[in-house]
């Protein structure tokens, strides 16, 4: 079964970097796309951004001076670094597979991360 | 960006009732949406895809329709287990999402 699991602080200070990390278990993250995705108080969500089974990326225009996403295939793990956060960054962030590179079939459980001094 | 208008924010429903929710998107989208299902404490759930495609292992209870900007997730004989929040996602451009739609039972 595909499983993933976000890990990283729970608090950063603004003007920091975020990063997290997506364990992938059960599937390749040499296969498919792989997605960051995060969902701020209030409910709204928004795509932050993917890497593709070739290491390819592609980001939100929105981020995209900001967002980086990588990978280590040897531990089947992809990261999520996202620079000069600020308290609007505050958010649940989940990691997800993605289905023909369309939507999201398989999402971690999500970990919370509060922008904060 | 496309923008994905989702309503209602909420609905209050009887057991075995039957519920729609609806997303309106800003421009065309070819039937590139998706519907999700997202328990309290739990991540999303991949429900229907390409507008009416049900994905393996979600009851038949579910289903999804609409073409051009108009799309809706219809839940038949609404269960206790049904009680959650339910977005829609566009993929015609890069993925944006709707506000989402709680739903709870009467």
């Known amino acids: 079964e595909v499983q993933l699991q976000e890990s990283g602080p729970g608090l950063v200070k603004p003007s920091q970097s975020l990063s997290l990390t997506c364990s992938v278990t059960?599937?390749?993250?040499?296969?498919?796309?792989w997605g960051w995705i995060r969902k701020f108080p209030g409910n709204k969500m928004e795509w932050m951004g993917y890497?593709?089974?070739?290491?390819?990326?592609s980001y939100n225009p929105s981020l995209k001076s900001r967002i980086s996403i990588t990978r280590d295939t040897s531990k089947n793990q992809f990261f999520l670094q996202l620079n000069s956060v600020t308290t609007e960054d505050t958010a649940t962030y989940y990691c997800?597979?993605?289905?023909?590179?369309?939507?999201?079939?398989?999402w971690g459980q999500g970990v919370m991360v509060t922008v904060s001094s | 960006d496309i923008r994905m208008t989702q309503s209602p924010a909420s609905l209050s429903a009887s057991l075995g009732e039957t519920v729609n929710i609806e997303c309106l998107a800003s421009?065309?989208?070819?039937?590139?949406l998706a519907w999700y299902q997202q328990k309290p404490g739990k991540s999303p759930q991949l429900l229907i895809y390409?507008?009416?495609s049900l994905q393996n292992g979600v009851p038949s209870r579910f289903s999804g329709s609409g073409s051009g900007t108009q799309y809706s997730l219809k839940i038949n004989s609404l269960q206790s287990e049904d009680v959650a929040t339910y977005f829609c996602?566009?993929?015609?451009?890069?993925?944006?999402f709707g506000s989402g739609t709680k739903l709870e039972i009467k």
């Open positions: 421009e065309d989208i070819y039937s590139d």
């Open positions: 996602q566009q993929y015609n451009n890069y993925p944006t």
């Open positions: 390409n507008a009416n």
């Open positions: 890497i593709s089974y070739s290491g390819s990326t």
């Open positions: 059960g599937y390749s993250i040499t296969s498919n796309y």
């Open positions: 997800a597979r993605y289905l023909l590179l369309q939507c999201l079939d398989y």
